[in-house]
C-alpha cells in the first residue's frame, strides 16, 4: 500500500469519526448501495455466518423507530442505554463478519430495515466524506469499511 492510499485512509477514517452517528449511518448506506454489487465477490464469501445473520434478524423485528435507534448504539460503542438486541454480539465480531453484518443491512435497506428517505439530503460533512470514498479501488474501500466498523 502506498503512502499515498494510507493518507487516503487516515483522513477518511478521521472525517468518518467525527461524524454523528446519523451521518456516519448515512454514510454506510450511501457506500454500501453503491459498491454493493463488487464487495462479495472481494470479502464476503463466507456471508452469511449465524453470527452476522442472526443480528439482521434481530434488528429486522424491530419497528422502524427501534432498528434506528439499535444502529445508532451499535456505532456508538461506548454509549449505554436499554437496546432491543445485543450489542456484546456486534462487538464480539471480527472485521470481515461487521463488514458481512452491515453488507446484510445495506440490501435489505428500505424493505424490512429502515431506508434512508428518498429526500433526505445528507449533511455537508457527511457529503465530503462520501466524496472522498468515491475511490475505483474498491480494496480501499473495504480496507476503509474494516477500519470504522
Known sequence: MTSTNVNFLEQSVSKFQRLDADDRLTVLALLYTEICDEIPSLCLNNVPNE?????????????QAEQLFALRQ?????????????TEEYASMNADDKLGFWYQLAQNLGTSIIGVPDDYIPSEKATEVVDLLHTPNIEDLVTFFKRIL
Open 51 to 63: 453470527n452476522t445473520a442472526n443480528l439482521v434478524a434481530q434488528i429486522q423485528n424491530l419497528p
Open 74 to 86: 451499535l456505532l456508538n460503542k461506548d454509549e449505554v442505554g436499554e437496546t432491543a438486541i445485543l
